[in-house]
Nanobody, 125 residues
């Protein structure tokens, strides 16, 4: 069992930055690949970024490439999402997730076993 708790969301103006954190419970954090997803009202949850267990591999959806950076600190059981040059269309609830299956990174929500409760990010124009 892995408990995930996101933090760092808030209100920011377009062009600004936020850093989301996701703290995981347990001593096996490094055995999970991690991902960030987001969901806006009326839309399905969508993949944003993923990182492999040791942090050597990262994957991003096209619309955040060059603006968002995923990273992890296994000693702190935490995964981060640095979000720069934010746009109003980035407004959503952001979720972190953990995947214990074999592989490096994952884009599909059903590949993840554990989810956080989400943190709201609102970007004003």
């Amino acid at each position: 069992q892995v408990l995930l708790v996101e933090s760092g969301g808030g209100l920011v103006q377009a062009g600004g930055s936020l850093r989301l954190s996701c703290a995981a419970s347990g001593r096996t954090f490094s055995s999970y690949a991690m991902g960030w997803f987001r969901q806006s009202p009326g839309k399905e949850r969508e993949f944003v970024a993923a990182i492999s267990r040791r942090g050597m591999n990262a994957d991003y959806v096209d619309f955040v490439k060059g603006r968002f950076t995923i990273s992890r600190d296994n000693a702190k059981n935490t995964v981060y999402l640095q979000m720069d040059t934010l746009k109003p269309e980035d407004t959503a609830v952001y979720y972190c997730a953990a995947a214990g299956r074999v592989g490096l990174t994952f884009r599909k929500a059903d590949e993840y076993s554990y989810w956080g409760q989400g943190t709201q990010v609102t970007v004003s124009s």
